[in-house]
């Protein structure tokens, strides 16, 4: 949308509606962004949980570590 379309729609009286859209685009473009910083947060800590696990040695035999050979 240009300016000068704006600004006749301003002065048209159909800003309110362009308002709610506006307002609508913000919340949803914060709303995605947040969900994205969030599902990165969480995939980060996840990662450093799994290698802070415990290794247990039961399946460490010789077999399974020549079972792809």
């Known amino acids: 949308m240009t300016a000068q379309e704006m600004i006749q729609i301003k002065y048209s009286g159909q800003i309110s509606a362009m308002n709610d859209y506006i307002n609508i685009s913000v ?3 914060g709303i995605l962004i947040a969900g994205i910083i969030i599902w990165r947060l969480i ?3 996840q990662i450093k949980k799994q290698k802070e696990r415990f290794n247990s040695n039961y399946f460490k035999s010789s077999f399974s570590r020549h079972w792809r050979k």
């Open 43 to 45: 995939a980060r800590y």
């Open 27 to 29: 919340q949803t473009i």
